[in-house]
């Protein structure tokens, strides 16, 4: 009889493990599943932004924005880098150097650093009129700015000359980042670079 219990008691405790595994691999099996949900949620995340002033929604992922953001972004980076005076230049390259990538940083400050300096020295004004509409690439991450630039040095205005910018750019973790801007001239071949060219 002592030897029944004690199977009967042996077989309770077999059956109750054997219970508390499978709940744990229940458990288990939930959590993963449960991850994998909420990764794939985040990666087909959107935001909409309407900032004041916009005449249309626009929309960013972790790695990719609709065409409305990218042009909004061209605008602010090239009121920042084509429009200046002696006295703003700093401030306003600082702020557009917050925009650019880590590889890419220490490239565009020396580039920004000497036009800045060009800019004091040489008492220059810069302004930069879009003329058509920005062009979106985005399986390159290209925007073409085209415009007319103004320039005026030591209060003598320069002869309005039109010209064409290009910013390669990355959207990271729904971050607008800069690779690359430059000025673009099509009877020449152009390297991008990082360097800026007012």
């Known amino acids: 009889m002592l030897g029944l219990r004690y199977l009967s008691v042996l077989n309770r405790v077999y059956r109750e493990n054997l219970l508390l595994k499978l709940s744990l691999v229940a458990l288990v099996v939930i959590t993963w599943l449960n991850y994998k949900d909420a990764a794939s949620c ?39 880098a084509l429009n200046y005076t002696p006295s703003t230049i700093e401030g306003q390259f600082a702020e557009l150097l917050t925009l650019y990538d880590g590889s890419t ?19 220059l004004t810069q302004a930069f009129y879009l003329q058509e509409k920005i062009t979106v690439e985005p399986e390159v991450q290209t925007l073409t700015l085209k415009g007319l630039v103004l320039r005026t040095i030591n209060s003598e205005a320069q002869a309005p000359l039109s010209e064409e910018y290009k910013l390669r750019y990355k959207i990271e973790s729904g971050e607008f980042r800069i ?8 009877d020449q071949p ?9």
């Open 42 to 80: 985040r990666a087909d995340r959107s935001v909409i932004l309407i900032p004041p002033g916009a005449k249309e929604a626009m929309s960013i992922k972790t790695d990719s924005a609709d065409e409305a953001y990218l042009r909004q972004m061209s605008r602010y980076v090239a009121a920042l």
């Open 105 to 123: 940083y220490p490239q565009a400050r020396k580039g920004f650093e000497v036009l800045a300096s060009s800019v004091v020295v040489t008492n």
């Open 179 to 186: 690779l690359e801007f430059w000025k673009y001239q099509k």
């Open 190 to 198: 152009q390297e991008p670079q990082t360097e800026p060219h007012g």
